[in-house]
């Protein structure tokens, strides 16, 4: 999900990555099998006001990744 899904998602909605926000989910369905009898899946929803953060560890990297956007938006113009 985080080497081609995402990256993915954020080209086709002309979106930077930066700019989704910090904490974040999306959840899939099984979709039907590929011709060669892999799995799919199906974006069910993505969910952003009502996500936990987990595991524990988490939370640190949530806070750090907040920071540094807080500090990246103060130095630019158009937060001004």
């Excluded at 909605?13 to 974040?24: F, K, R, S, T």
Aim: charged content about 25%.
């Amino acid at each position: 999900m985080e080497q081609d899904w995402t990256p993915g998602m954020a080209r086709i909605l002309e979106i930077e990555p930066a700019d989704l926000p910090v904490i974040w989910d999306a959840d899939f369905l099984l979709g039907p099998k590929t011709p060669a009898g892999d799995d799919s899946y199906v974006l069910c929803e993505i969910n952003v006001s009502s996500v936990f953060p987990i595991p524990d560890e988490t939370a640190d990297a949530l806070a750090e990744t907040l920071l540094h956007r807080l500090e990246v938006g103060r130095s630019c113009t158009m937060y001004r």
